[in-house]
């Protein structure tokens, strides 16, 4: 009886060890054993110090590793993107960015010899991806060095030249990606294999101490491979891509500042993957969503409007006459009045509706929870905001456009994104046959079929 209540004494001060350092538990167990197990205790101290110290290290060149990997991926996608938009505009600013862009994408690469890949695979496919960067930038600047791009021949082996080459770039810092995958695997294994290794002393201490000494080594153990096992179950979701989830620290220990590491390196591989995710989604000249980004997002407010039972509209909006402002005043004057609109647009538009590209002067606007006469409400003011809006263009002239729209709501004119899509682009049309610059609203003709007026 006298044993278990030391024990619970005991057990009562472990919380109050979670704000020591493990050097100084170990300090601590070591004192309370015997004098025959202070060498034996000195030896689990020094393992477990050095193989934290070692995993620290490895984490930390891990994050540095997939850090500079993350950040040049998309480097190299706007830099790929930027000869082809010269290819058919064959304006300067794509030029003076290229250079600009190449310059940081070299530093990034430069910035490898301050530290050594853990694994020679790892260097080889880096130096590969550089010499397969140095060909683009090559590519690149051979295109931009074009005076006259637009129906060159030369521009189109040297387009493909540079996408084949861009491709091998990002393809093999993919590569790297999956390598820092497997590390981070291995790490996961090097840590149980430290926490199999711990058990055994920590068995040898139970078998050769007595009392006070199996008390010490229960207490030790659980401040240590509490937190490790926290750590290696976070390393797991961490690998199967929950780049989400963050390690919460319970102490102000090493293995307490390792879970704060991690969860900076995790957090850092979030924010980029989201940046890369949002960048995917957009549509490069107008900022909006692109017609992919705007099918699933069509496809999420349908399905919140049917399971709620509430209404909501879409626009289909398309600028009148475009190609005459192409052909009379050129294709930059057209990027400008498509850069413009997106503005007019969301200055009559509430913070929960979106605006998206839908395809070449055609845009689309979701409407959540509006029924067809709010919907038709903020289509004409749509219209006449557009209508009475200069846009400057780059020349310093000022273009006045129109736009045409079509309205269609669901439940009421369609029961699925396909259909309501139909029902509005019918609408835009028949706004566009009977004069433009007006708006249509989808209806159901007295057959059932979609009608427009």
């Excluded at 190299?76 to 058919?88: M, Q, T």
């Excluded at 080889?124 to 683009?136: D, H, I, K, L, T």
């Excluded at 979030?270 to 017609?291: F, I, K």
Aim: glycine share 8%; net charge negative.
């Amino acid at each position: 009886m006298e044993g278990f209540a030391c024990l619970a004494g005991v057990e009562m001060a472990l919380p109050s060890l979670r704000w020591f350092s493990l050097r100084t538990r170990f300090i601590l167990g070591t004192g309370s054993m015997l004098l025959p197990l202070v060498v034996l205790a000195g030896t689990i101290f020094y393992s477990q110090h050095h193989q934290g110290e070692s995993f620290e290290q490895m984490v930390t060149e891990t994050i540095v590793e997939k850090d500079l990997v993350v950040r040049l991926q998309p480097m190299i996608h706007e830099a790929l993107a930027l000869p082809h938009r010269y290819a058919l505009a064959g304006t300067l600013d794509e030029r003076d960015r290229f250079i600009q862009l190449a310059q940081e994408i070299d530093a990034g690469f430069a910035t490898s010899a301050q530290f050594e890949f853990n694994l020679q695979e790892e260097r080889e496919s880096f130096a590969r991806a550089q010499q397969a960067w140095g060909r683009v930038r090559q590519a690149g600047s051979a295109i931009l060095a074009l005076e006259m791009p637009v129906g060159n021949p030369a521009t189109l082996v040297q387009l493909q030249e540079l996408r084949r080459q861009g491709q091998e770039a990002i393809g093999e810092l993919e590569w790297i990606e999956e390598i820092v995958a497997v590390e981070i695997t291995d790490l996961l294994s090097a840590t149980r294999r430290f926490e199999k290794r711990m058990r055994w002393w920590i068995g040898v201490i139970f078998l050769s101490g007595i009392g006070i000494a199996v008390v010490s080594g229960i207490l030790l153990a659980r401040s240590v491979l509490r937190p490790m096992r926290d750590l290696e179950a976070g390393t797991s979701r961490f690998a199967a891509g929950e780049l989400g989830f963050r390690l919460i620290p319970r102490s102000k220990d090493e293995i307490s500042q390792l879970k704060l590491k991690f969860n900076t390196m995790a957090a850092a591989l979030e924010e980029n993957q989201r940046s890369l995710r949002e960048l995917s989604a957009r549509d490069q000249l107008t900022g909006l969503y692109n017609h992919r980004e705007f099918y699933r997002l069509l496809g999420e407010e349908l399905a919140r409007s049917l399971r709620y039972g509430h209404q909501m509209s879409l626009l289909m909006l398309d600028i009148d006459y475009f190609k005459r402002v192409n052909d009379t005043f050129g294709h930059l004057a057209g990027d400008q009045v498509l850069r413009s609109l997106p503005e007019l647009i969301r200055g009559q538009l509430r913070i929960n509706d979106i605006p998206c590209r839908y395809g070449g002067e055609e845009f689309g606007v979701i409407l959540p929870e509006t029924a067809g006469e709010q919907a038709a409400d903020v289509a004409e003011r749509i219209r006449s905001v557009v209508a009475a809006a200069p846009i400057a263009l780059p020349d310093g002239r000022a273009l006045r456009v129109t736009v045409s729209l079509g309205i269609a709501t669901f439940p009421k004119d369609a029961e699925n994104e396909e259909s309501l899509v139909s029902a509005a682009d019918l609408a835009l049309y028949q706004a566009k046959r009977t004069g433009r610059n007006r708006i249509c609203v989808a209806a159901v003709g007295e057959n059932g079929s979609k009608q427009n007026g």
